[in-house]
């Protein structure tokens, strides 16, 4: 698999009634955060250090115990106790609460907050965790909870399970995934990783498939709310980052870890990639919403048919007419011949232009259907690509090499959208 990534001049922005996010344009040139962000991080941690840490063991046993039940093994068992026992700094990364199966915007939240540990463990900050936290309620500000996958017409389906029969679940899911030699594979790994508490099934799929040093996750979080939760919690754990929640150039919220954004990407697969190349669109100009669909159907169509035939019609047959007139001075006069002549030219373009008007309203309708899967391809229901796709949707057709491929080529510390153009090599 080849990824090939631009960036956009466009970011992702909170809608101001709701959670709900939308892309916009950047109205500053630099889109990579300055070195000096990382400052607020190195400050925070010192402070961190400074104030004094209670060891609650009950606390302690019940992340554990939950984290056992999830799957974790000493591997992530022994970063949660330092970080429950004060001796490591913690970035957490919030996922959407029971809604088992990984959406693409927790994915790139999750290589944020590794690739932001990871830097802040080569600074000397301290010995840095990435923790995993189901904190984020259903419905809280907008949250849909969707996690989908896009069937081979276009047509979306939610398979986010929300808990119940995880047989009927797994079954359904067969039955939903379009086949391809992954299918099986990835059908596996999930009946595996199975379990009816939607929460624990998700934490087993994470530490299964991103399987870092350093990584860790928490039970989940109770029901008053994300941000009153992260207070709560940061008042219990060192926490020196909350991944997906701003940008720390904007300041660090009182009682609160700094944020770092979650990155924000859409991929652009070779179907997708084809219809751009077709309508000769920018990736940018309808993730932005800027793209006219009636203008782009006919953007390389002829305008006036009537007119184009009816211009070219005159122009041969006076071209005829003055044939026969040249004739007619050398003595010749075949007017049976040029009649018929002229008559059948006459038909002939007739015809044409029906033809044509027939192939430019199958053309306008096949453009249509095309410019209609393209807009659900990079907006799914409306809303960035990122905030709808299942992991399992680009899992199911490129298979598990698809996550350190795209882990690879994404920057993380920048706030502008990426477009992933992906496409077999």
Not at 74 to 94: F, I, N, S, T, Y
Not at 154 to 162: A, N, P, T, V
Not at 312 to 340: Q, T, W
Not at 406 to 421: E, M, N, S, W, Y
Request: hydrophobic share 40%; aromatic share 8%; proline share 5%.
């Amino acid at each position: 698999m080849a990824y090939r990534v631009i960036k956009l001049p466009l970011t992702t922005a909170r809608i101001s009634t709701t959670r709900g996010r939308t892309l916009v344009r950047i109205t500053r040139k630099r889109g990579k955060l300055p070195r000096s962000s990382y400052a607020a991080y190195q400050s925070l941690a010192r402070r961190l250090a400074r104030r004094e840490f209670v060891h609650d063991t009950q606390r302690e046993d019940a992340w554990i115990s939950w984290l056992r039940k999830a799957g974790g093994t000493k591997r992530h068992l022994d970063p949660l106790r330092q970080l429950a026992r004060g001796e490591a700094l913690g970035v957490v990364v919030p996922l959407v609460k029971g809604v088992a199966i990984p959406r693409m915007d927790e994915v790139l939240r999750l290589f944020a907050g590794l690739e932001l540990a990871r830097s802040l463990r080569s600074q000397r900050v301290g010995r840095v965790i990435t923790v995993l936290w189901p904190a984020i309620e259903v419905g809280e500000w907008g949250e849909s909870g969707i996690s989908a996958i896009m069937q081979r017409g276009g047509e979306l389906e939610d398979i986010g399970f929300r808990g119940g029969d995880v047989e009927r679940y797994l079954e359904g899911l067969r039955n939903v995934l379009p086949g391809t030699g992954f299918s099986n594979l990835l059908l596996d790994q999930l009946s595996r990783a199975a379990d009816s508490d939607p929460d624990v099934f998700k934490i087993r799929l994470m530490l299964r498939w991103f399987d870092d040093e350093g990584l860790t996750a928490l039970k989940p979080a109770g029901n008053t709310g994300y941000e009153l939760n992260l207070r709560h919690l940061f008042g219990n754990v060192r926490l020196v980052a909350a991944v997906g929640s701003g940008s720390p150039v904007a300041g660090t919220p009182p009682g609160e870890p700094v944020p770092y954004p979650g990155g924000s990407a859409t991929m652009i697969e070779g179907k997708v990639e084809a219809w751009l190349t077709k309508f000769g669109l920018q990736p940018e100009e309808v993730l932005a919403g800027e793209v006219n669909a009636q203008d782009a159907v006919k953007r390389h169509l002829p305008q006036d048919i009537p007119s184009l035939f009816g211009g070219a019609k005159e122009r041969v047959l006076s071209e005829l007419l003055r044939f026969e007139m040249g004739l007619n001075d050398l003595g010749f006069s075949p007017d049976n011949d040029i009649k018929r002549l002229l008559t059948n030219t006459d038909i002939g373009f007739d015809k044409l232009r029906q033809r044509a008007t027939t192939e430019f309203a199958r053309e306008t309708d096949v453009n249509s259907r095309q410019l209609a899967k393209l807009f659900r391809y990079l907006l799914p229901d409306g809303k960035p690509q990122q905030e709808v796709m299942s992991l399992l949707h680009y899992l199911d057709f490129y298979g598990m090499d698809f996550l350190e491929g795209l882990r690879a080529r994404l920057q993380f510390d920048d706030v502008r959208h990426q477009a992933v153009f992906l496409a077999d090599e």
